[in-house]
């Protein structure tokens, strides 16, 4: 990812995606991936800087059906960055 056109500070870096255990809007439905369950994990510096080639890397481990021990992590140029354990993507092998 080359961060060239941005202009000021990009703000942190975040990762996150859409399962079907995952926290809710207050109105119970929606679902955005702003309000974590508490397993996530976050090593910063997370800004990337401008002008400047970044390595991002996203790893995901599924859950076994039925159960939440599926996981993902990102890194930003080969550190650690983001980490998140106990989720369930998943309730069948299908």
Partial sequence: MLVTDLVGNPGPTRFYSYYPAMAREPDGV?????????????????TLSLGVWHHIEFWVTLNMPGQHDGGQKFWIDGALRGSW??????????
Avoid: Q
């Avoid at 679902?31 to 510096?45: K, V």
């Avoid at 354990?85 to 299908?94: E, L, W």
């Fill in 85 to 94: 354990s106990g989720v369930s993507f998943r309730d069948s092998a299908a």
């Fill in 30 to 46: 929606t679902c955005w991936g702003r309000y974590g369950d508490s397993t996530e994990t976050y090593m910063p510096p997370l």
